[in-house]
């Protein structure tokens, strides 16, 4: 799950509000829509972290970039007829380069949230997770909130959901990491004492991680995450939805979830 907060909480509010002005200017009732472009161009070129197991990341052995949201990418483009082209770039920026249009989409877990959907459209989901914590292998203290994290300091995405989450609650020391690996690393030599990430990403670090880390609790509710692209392209939404709602009944969501995660995590659990 990348349930992220549209930018860091110190200047969420007016960076949105700078974003949907932009967009406005870019994007004038005349505009094409996006499927016109993408398809006469025949290519879709498609945003993500790159350095977020098991989700988008860098194979060691081929450099490539793999990962259910990689999976899942390149399983629209060819429903869509395109040629995936993909860029990687930092969490913290990945939703203004979208309004800026230096991307068609971000495939790379995205909480669809109230804020977001001021700025963007989404397409229907595609992954649905929940937060969770990670905490040492041989930490003695059982947190089962974040409340029970007073005093203590916890690491987080940048500009994530997770960190909304954390600096909601009075007390918690937090500290913002701009991916994934430094903040586990962090976790691992004791220089913060818990974690808080995605629940899907956890049980994937529990098999292929060698660092001494385990899982904690889950402490949020379930998220849904889908791919967000500029509004005004309502063609295009269509189609995304439709490529979606194909790979959803032929079972390619579940069998891609089920190879990364071991669970279909691509429908709300029962």
Sequence with gaps: MRTLSFFSSRRRACQLGAV???LGAVLPASAADLLDTVKARGSLR???EGTYPPFNFK???TGQLAGYDVDVAKAVAARLGLKPEFV???WSAILAGLASGKYDVIVSQVGITARREQA???SQPYTWSSPQLIVRRNESIAYQSLADLKG???GVGQGSVFEQQARSVPGILVKSYPAAPENLQDLAFGRIDAALNDSLMVAYLLKNSQLPIKAGA???AVERMGIPFRKGNPKFKAALDGALAGLQADGSLKALS???FGSDASRPAH
């Design 88 to 90: 990687t770039t930092e």
């Design 59 to 61: 194979d060691g052995k």
């Design 258 to 260: 089920t190879r990364w």
């Design 120 to 122: 963007f459209d989404f």
């Design 20 to 22: 949907v002005l932009a």
């Design 218 to 220: 889950r402490v949020g």
């Design 46 to 48: 498609i945003a993500m």
């Design 152 to 154: 203590k300091t916890l």
